[in-house]
């Protein structure tokens, strides 16, 4: 029997196209296969692929077998002509010569690219140098800043303290006041300033915490989700919002992760507004007091911290806000609108055009005294300065804002005015807000800020009785 090599085979199978092709895909099939990395489908592998990735070498040596033509390496003289170094970015690659097989530059062109090129790096050498001399601006600005906070430390600690209430009204402790409290004697000042009248001592919080400690158990114990929103929204037991204090603490001073659970001042914060809500149960918590608490926490202890907080939210503007007292709120959002007007006209017009009232962005300032809208040193230096003046300053602070970003504010319509006011940028400076501030008059026709709500509180008495039915009748 006659033995056919796989050649002859094909030979004589030449004449039948169909029998080749399924010969052929037979042939294939037997080659050994090549080891590379094999290819997937969805449902089974597929055969491996031959010779996936070809070295740079192999593959010339094939075309060159192929075509019978020996590629000619590049000269590496001819890369560059003109130029001795490497070029270091990306705007350098202006000075290399074209290739080959463009038409080269001319020297007219060669010399302009050059001076352009001359011009880029002056110029980022220009930056680079204005750059520097601005961190070292700040440097000696917060040398300066930092040599001032402690000698004006050593001003307080050995002169103001020990004589606070023969001191505190002197023209020298009020701009010494003014320019910020150091930070080591902050939580002291604020204490002395706001005082405690309602005679509350350290053994007073102990036992209002231990009453917030008990209704925490009894809530985690007894209480399901329900009742304890019912009973959140129920008026006649306002202590059920310790709960809602859990939600709001996570939303306390977010960036800085000290707050939050299993933060360092988590059950700190927790301990003081739950003891509050325990001692006001006819204010309890209302959104916005944590970020007072945290503050206070930031400098002062514990006690201490409770004992401010307390005295703080019982002075009258802070208790006409937390007990949403809309009377009381009208009469403060009426006398800002009387100094608005007054320091800014051109504004208070724009704000009036769109019907734009100082509730949409009085309310969020005031209720957390600016603690959660500005950044917090410079929130720390307005309380500061509100300790020192009082409910006033805190208006003064948002017309001073408003000064700060007039301009801005009169290229917008009440939507993005509004979004403006409610997050304010972040890049705010205490130099230039408090020199908006100090240009701002709390003064009208000759009457301070005292005097013009006071005037509003007569006028709405008088109002008042006027529209009364017993006086109709």
């Known amino acids: 029997m006659e033995v056919f090599s796989s050649q002859e085979l094909l030979r004589e199978l030449s004449f039948f196209p169909s029998e080749i092709n399924f010969f052929t895909k037979r042939m294939k099939e037997l080659k050994p296969a090549v080891q590379s990395a094999p290819g997937w489908k969805l449902f089974g592998k597929v055969p491996p692929r031959e010779n996936l990735q070809k070295d740079s070498k192999i593959i010339q040596q094939e075309y060159e077998a192929r075509t019978g033509r020996m590629c000619k390496p590049p000269l590496q003289s001819s890369r560059r002509k003109n130029i001795e170094f490497e070029p270091l970015s990306t705007t350098a690659l202006i000075l290399e010569d074209r290739p080959s097989n463009l038409p080269a530059k001319s020297i007219e062109e060669a010399l302009r690219h050059r001076q352009e090129y001359d011009e880029m790096v002056a110029e980022a050498k220009k930056r680079e140098i204005k750059e520097a001399h601005k961190r070292k601006k700040i440097m000696k600005e917060r040398f300066k800043q930092e040599e001032n906070i402690a000698s004006a430390m050593v001003i307080w600690i050995n002169e103001i303290l020990p004589n606070w209430e023969g001191m505190r ?155 949403v007292d809309h009377s009381m709120m009208l009469k403060y959002f009426a006398a800002f609108e009387v100094f608005f007007e007054e320091n800014l006209p051109k504004l208070f017009l724009h704000f009036k055009s769109y019907n734009l009232t100082p509730d949409i962005y009085l309310i969020d300032w005031i209720f957390t005294l600016y603690s959660k809208s500005l950044p917090l040193d410079l929130a720390c230096r307005v309380w500061d300065v509100f300790c020192r003046d009082g409910e006033e300053f805190l208006f003064r602070t948002g017309l001073g804002i408003l000064r700060l970003y007039e301009d801005i504010l009169l290229q917008m319509d009440f939507i993005h005015i509004a979004q403006f006011l409610t997050k304010l940028p972040e ?24 005097q013009v709500f006071a005037s509003l509180m007569k006028d709405n008495k008088e109002g008042d009785k006027n529209h009364s039915p017993a006086l109709k009748s």
């Open 427 to 450: 890049d705010i400076t205490s130099e230039k807000l408090f020199s908006c501030i100090a240009a701002i008059q709390m003064q009208n026709s000759n009457k301070k800020w005292a």
């Open 169 to 323: 009204s002197t023209r020298r402790v009020r701009e010494l006041w003014w320019q910020g409290l150091p930070p080591s004697v902050r939580g002291k000042v604020w204490s002395l300033a706001v005082g405690n009248e309602l005679n509350i001592t350290p053994e007073l919080y102990e036992i209002f915490l231990s009453r917030a400690k008990e209704r925490w158990k009894s809530f985690s114990e007894t209480s399901s989700e329900n009742d304890i929103e019912d009973a959140g929204a129920s008026a006649a037991d306002r202590e059920a919002s310790l709960e809602l204090i859990k939600l709001d603490i996570s939303r306390t001073f977010p960036s800085l992760y000290i707050f939050q659970k299993g933060g360092p001042y988590h059950d700190l914060l927790h301990s003081v507004l739950g003891a509050y809500t325990c001692y006001r149960p006819d204010v309890g918590y209302v959104q916005g007091m944590s970020f007072i608490a945290a503050v206070l926490i930031l400098n002062l202890e514990e006690a201490d911290a409770f004992i401010a907080f307390a005295n703080l939210l019982n002075k009258p503007c802070q208790l006409a806000f937390f007990r």
